[in-house]
């Protein structure tokens, strides 16, 4: 799907995994796989609580995280960047 976005002109993809953000699973493995998969801009949300995660997503080639709840829950920890 991404590809076909990708071929239609879309020079972003919004990837939000929903099972992080509710806290019943992680899709971060299929999430990094299709960054490195797909030559546009990707900005990925859902689930992203700890710099693990973040560092892995950007070395992945994410171009940008949208802290949601972690930076309502964790303030300190999105100061720290």
């Keep these: 799907m991404a590809q076909t976005y990708k071929e239609s002109g879309a020079q972003w993809l919004h990837i939000v995994d929903l ?3 509710a806290g019943i699973g992680c899709n971060k493995e299929i999430i990094l796989d299709l960054i490195k998969s797909i030559d546009i801009k990707v900005q990925v949300c859902g689930g992203i609580n700890n710099a693990q ?3 892995r997503l950007f070395d ?3 171009d940008r995280v949208n802290i949601g709840s972690a930076a309502l829950n964790n303030p300190t920890w999105c100061e720290s960047f």
Excluded: S, V
């Design 53 to 55: 995660i973040l560092n």
């Design 60 to 62: 992945a080639g994410c």
């Design 19 to 21: 099972d992080a953000a």
